[in-house]
Nanobody, 129 residues
Framework: VQLVESGGGLVQPGGSLRLSCAAV????????WAWYRQAPGKQRELVSR???????NYGDSVKGRFTIDRDPAKNTTYLQMNSLKSEDTAVYYC????????????????????????WGQGTQVTISS
């Protein structure tokens, strides 16, 4: 499985961007999607997370401005970012917890499953006038 991100770029303060992240490959199911970001000299921080039953969390700094969504049919998540500020400038990373069969493991003939974490390559978001 690979996570392919798109949608980053340069935008003026107050503007909007929409990031997308698609899981490509053989996907059994996805437990959760999340977006993280990392600004220069800072630790990676959680931006937003959505579970398979649509429980959503946002980081305090983006509440009310960012919206996460997912399309299970397309194995894709989206991050709509509005009212962007200079402090939103960072590399944004997509994360997915993908449920996969454990290779070579069966119990009473039934496959066993585990959750594998995948990360996208990162997409640069720059907010500047």
């Amino acid at each position: 499985v690979q996570l392919v991100e798109s949608g980053g770029g340069l935008v003026q303060p107050g503007g909007s961007l929409r990031l997308s992240c698609a899981a490509v490959g053989t996907v059994f199911s996805i437990d959760h999607w999340a977006w993280y970001r990392q600004a220069p000299g800072k630790q990676r921080e959680l931006v937003s997370r959505i579970s398979s039953d649509n429980v959503i969390n946002y980081g305090d700094s983006v509440k009310g401005r960012f919206t996460i969504d997912r399309d299970p049919a397309k194995n894709t998540t989206y991050l709509q970012m509005n009212s962007l500020k200079s402090e939103d400038t960072a590399v944004y990373y997509c994360n997915a917890g993908v449920i996969e069969p454990v290779p070579g493991i069966r119990v009473d003939g039934a496959p066993q499953f585990w959750k594998v974490e995948y990360w996208g390559q990162g997409t640069q978001v720059t907010i500047s006038s």
